[in-house]
């Protein structure tokens, strides 16, 4: 019978009667020997064979420890068809050992080991009623025994007191690290904190790797650099980095930039940011506005610039507006000028945070951001 | 043996009693009256347990996570969790005289100055793999089969915390080397904790210990990956395993099973020696990828460097759906009073795999809720006679998938020549309607093969031998199935639609829940709607006379194949010896 025959909403409650099962449980099977069983030939066999699969492991183990001491690794390392002789061979001597024994036991299970099947009553999860009364009667004389319904007032108290001792499991967690806030007033290091980068006005874009500064005439059009400020490389005076360690790294993952190149006619400039190019060279932030990734597929006649992470696409000929994906900002653009030498600088800091999106940000349109300190 | 069983018997008659004492009996004596394991060995030294090949899925699980501590042991010996700037001079020449972090550098050290370094290493990614692989799977399997159910809920509810800080575990694994792809991945988790609206940047700063990179993060997810989650995931473990005994394994339906029994084999010695010998396997397979398969080449990709990426940036598989979610969503961010709030990157990465994991432990809830069945459920039900369960993992397995793929967008349009967004837009549509439609067909072939069942029951299985009637009408001779396996199939429960109570009582007040009672019966009726129910004995023995009466009818040309089948042996039914060759052949 199906369901439509029952009618759901049935207001008698009445559930249709149980239909007698078609077929009565006819038991266990009958067991079946099997060849081990019966026949001493295929017992002695299989016996042989699981013996056999373990001493053919230790024989692999004693493989393992001739490959550990022969096979050499670091700068001559032992090849064996083109791979590391030591990893694959220990790998491969320590799997079959393993294997073997394995194999081995699971055979002795299978073969030799009794396979009458054997039943088990189950018993429901419940504890009985008797088991239950005596609980909750015990629960009810430690209860009366502590007095803990009858004395609100110590019961509460302490529910507050052990309740409280999270706020000291929370507050120890503060010094973890400092805050934005701390960081941004505190400036331990030069653009520190979320508002900031180590960006100003007059420093030097130089390429990522070498550090060299850039020159207006070294770019042509179609051209794409990826640049750092000046400041994460040892100044020219007296050779010793200005930035290092975590300032260093906070500066690297907050400064880097591209500049890329373009024709001046292909540039729509950002209300207020008309000279923020230099002969049709831009530059904007590296670090995604999604999540933080460095993006660096540029296509040069789109002006597309897409994040390798999650394939946001910005298009760096009119603002680095968002053309795709899934970033809900343009990239912030490093207003650029070029120094007596020829050289391109940065006007001031990024007007704007880079990177990712956090709840404290203000986030303003380009028209209304002003100049900053230009 | 039979015969050797009783030599053994007699030869061990007497060992353990104490006026005949031995070594170990004296061991095991002194063991007894200090933790007293008599009694505790007494029920469980012969434990029954059932045998199916589905019931192995949660072991490669729990023995992967053992090889995981071993060789995570090791790696700890040598792994150096520190962000301090170090100067590579190990054997790797590529990268001698590269500056690069601690952790990233003691990783190359053990990657090719330690022998078996490598080993390890790659094994305990490959582990890392198989844990989360196989933990997935075993969630399958019980839920397709109704293991969930009652007695069972809470082992549900664990084995899902499991696969969340198995996630985790993987994640901060993945994290500690420290080199370009692992150091890509924590900055985008610090994209994902900014994104969090009040407390995202706080979170993030606690975290790093100060602003993005800082030098505090590889030691702190060391802590949290040696640690915090092993520990809980091991507690977690035991209590997977205590509940697994205390409640017994399931069982397949079948002769002699009963939702009051347990069928199988005694844990001593059978299953002793095929888990155990299981352990060896898994451990093998396990060693035998770390030696031959290569996995996380660090060295390729070199130190991190935030200013760099490589293209084609992806996460270890298991993180790959929400990545995809965040790939395809919508670049919907909200400005206001100052204040930003990235909902592009909180719903896909921070809201969704919250909720989806709050669905999954829900489930069993969910299930028994919609259909009102509050009883013990040992025997396990096969896929088909639950579509609508069926039907709704399938459905969250598409939906699964779907994001699983949008995470390897670039990939697929890398490979298949394709266009990143048409791929991202049709996902965006797809993630919806794909699970929609997997419903639909999932809970639909499920009735079908139903029906086939019944099919069976009644009329038989097709034998494939064609009779022609003397009036010229061709028909598929069936055969009844034997009644082991008649039995099987008809050991299942009825469907039975939860039918609530009366609105309000006699009084006129309503009754607690009488309104959600309504809704629990629109949505219990739906659950079984279409369903098709075992055929009652009435029904069967119907069917029976009439397959007689058939047969009877067929009789006539019984022992006449078809022509072209004279020599067809269809599992006996006639001797093909004794055809006569046609036309002088």
């Known amino acids: 019978m199906s369901d439509h025959d029952t009618p759901a909403g049935d207001p008698t409650g009445h559930v249709p009667a149980v239909p007698e099962e078609p077929i009565a449980n006819p038991g266990l099977p009958e067991h079946t020997w099997r060849p081990t069983d019966v026949d001493e030939h295929s017992e002695k066999r299989a016996e042989r064979q699981v013996a056999a699969m373990y001493l053919a492991s230790m024989v692999c183990v004693v493989l393992f420890v001739v490959v550990y001491f022969t096979a050499d690794i670091g700068d001559n390392w032992t090849t064996f068809l083109g791979l590391g002789a030591s990893t694959v061979g220990l790998g491969v001597t320590l799997a079959a050992a393993l294997l073997l024994i394995g194999a081995g036991t699971i055979q002795w299970a299978r073969k030799l080991m009794s396979d009458h099947e054997i039943s088990e009553l189950r018993h429901p999860a419940r504890s009985s009623d008797e088991d239950r009364a005596e609980v909750l009667e015990k629960l009810a004389a430690g209860g009366e025994d502590s007095g803990i319904g009858r004395r609100p007032l110590i019961r509460n108290t302490l529910l507050g007191s052990v309740g409280l001792l999270g706020a000291p499991a929370l507050v120890m967690l503060w010094d973890l690290g400092p805050t934005n806030a701390k960081v941004t007033a505190e400036q331990p290091y030069p653009g520190a904190g979320l508002e900031h980068t180590v960006w100003s006005k007059g420093m030097k874009v130089v390429r990522d790797v070498v550090g060299t500064p850039v020159r207006v005439s070294d770019l042509e059009i179609g051209d794409l650099v990826n640049g750092e400020p000046e400041a994460i490389f040892p100044t020219q005076e007296n050779g010793q980095p200005a930035l290092h360690g975590v300032a260093l790294q906070v500066a690297k993952s907050k400064a880097a930039v591209v500049v890329v190149r373009m024709d001046p006619g292909d540039i729509t400039p950002g209300e207020g940011r008309e000279n923020w190019s230099v002969d049709g060279i831009v530059c904007y932030s590296k670090i995604c506005t999604h999540v933080g990734c460095p993006i660096s597929l540029y296509e040069r006649t789109t002006h597309h610039l897409l994040c390798p992470c999650h394939q946001s696409t910005f298009d760096l000929s009119d603002s680095g507006r968002v053309v795709f994906g899934p970033a809900g900002r343009h990239l912030p653009q490093l207003p650029l000028d070029v120094d007596d030498e020829g050289y391109l600088i940065a006007r001031s800091d990024f007007t704007e945070p880079v990177g990712p999106s956090f709840w404290e940000r203000d986030t303003k349109d380009i028209g209304d951001q002003g100049e900053a300190d230009l | ?585």
Not at chain 2, 308 to 327: E, F, I, N
Request: hydrophobic share 45%; glycine share 10%.
């Open chain 2, 1 to 585: 043996m039979s015969i050797d069983t009783s030599k053994v018997a007699t030869s061990n008659k007497g060992a353990a009693t104490p006026d005949k004492p031995n070594k170990v009996g004296a061991v095991a004596s002194w063991a007894d009256e200090r933790l007293g394991l008599g009694t505790a060995m007494k029920k469980q030294i012969r434990k029954v347990f059932p045998d199916h090949w589905s019931f192995m899925l949660g072991e490669v699980a729990l023995w992967s996570f053992i090889v995981l501590l071993l060789t995570g042991v090791f790696l700890t010996l040598w792994f150096h969790p520190s962000m301090a700037e170090v100067t590579y001079d190990g054997s790797y020449s590529r990268l001698r005289g590269v500056e690069m972090s601690d952790a990233m550098a003691s990783t190359l050290h053990i990657s090719f100055d330690v022998r078996g370094g490598l080993l390890m290493r790659q094994m305990h990614h490959w582990a890392a793999m198989i844990f989360i692989a196989a933990m997935m799977i075993h969630l399958l399997r019980v839920y397709f089969t109704g293991a969930f159910r009652k007695p069972r809920e809470l082992n549900w509810v664990i084995g899902s915390l499991l696969l969340l800080l198995g996630t985790l575990e993987g994640f901060t694994g993945y994290s500690l080397p420290d080199d370009l792809l692992s150091g890509t991945g924590i900055r985008a988790a610090d994209g994902f904790m900014k994104s969090m609206p009040l407390v995202g940047t706080y979170m993030s700063f606690l975290l790093f210990g100060g602003e993005f990179p800082g030098d505090s993060i590889i030691p702190r997810l060391y802590t949290v990956h040696v640690l915090l989650i092993p520990g809980i995931l091991l507690a977690l473990i035991g209590a997977h395993m205590l509940l697994l005994v205390f409640h017994k394994h399931t069982q397949w339906p079948g002769p002699g099973r009963t939702e009051e029994n347990v069928v199988g084999f005694p844990l001593m010695p059978v299953y002793m020696a095929k888990a155990g010998g299981f352990f060896f396997i898994v451990f093998g397979v396990t060693a035998l990828m770390g030696g031959l398969l290569g996995i996380n080449p660090i060295w390729k990709y070199g130190p991190y460097d935030p200013t760099k990426v490589t293209a084609g940036s992806q996460p270890d598989w298991y993180m790959g759906w929400p990545d995809g979610a965040l790939r395809i969503m919508p670049g919907w961010e909200f400005h206001f009073w100052g204040h930003t709030f990235a909902f592009n990157v909180f719903l896909p990465i921070i809201v969704l795999p919250g909720l989806m994991f709050t669905i999954l432990m829900l489930l069993p809830f969910l299930e028994s809720w919609i259909t009102g069945d509050k009883r013990e459920h040992h025997l396990l039900e096969r896929p088909r006679n639950a579509p609508t369960r069926t039907a709704l993992m399938v459905s969250l397995m598409t939906f699964y998938g779907l994001l699983w793929a949008a995470g390897g967008n670039d990939i697929i349009a890398i490979k298949f020549g394709m266009s990143i967004n048409a791929i991202t837009h049709f996902m965006r549509v797809a993630v919806f309607v794909g699970p929609a439609i997997a419903f639909f067909i999932a809970r639909r072939w499920c009735i079908s093969l139903q029906r086939h069942d019944e099919e069976t029951l009644l009329h038989g299985y097709e034998t494939g031998i064609i009779m022609r009637s003397p009036e010229g009408g061709y028909s598929e001779k069936h055969l009844p199935i034997s009644e082991s396996r008649a039995y099987t199939l008809t050991a299942r429960d009825r469907d039975e639609v939860y039918v609530p109570g009366e609105e309000t009582d006699q009084n006129g007040i309503p009754t607690p829940g009488g309104r959600l009672a309504g809704l629990r019966a629109k949505l219990s009726t739906l659950w079984y709607a279409d369903n098709i129910q075992k055929p009652t004995a009435a029904e069967l023995e119907e069917a029976h006379h009439h397959a007689e009466h058939e047969h009877a009818l067929q009789a006539a040309g019984e022992g006449y194949p078809a022509d072209g089948h004279q020599f067809d042996d269809f599992g006996g039914t006639h001797e093909t010896s004794e055809q006569p060759l046609r036309g002088g052949h």
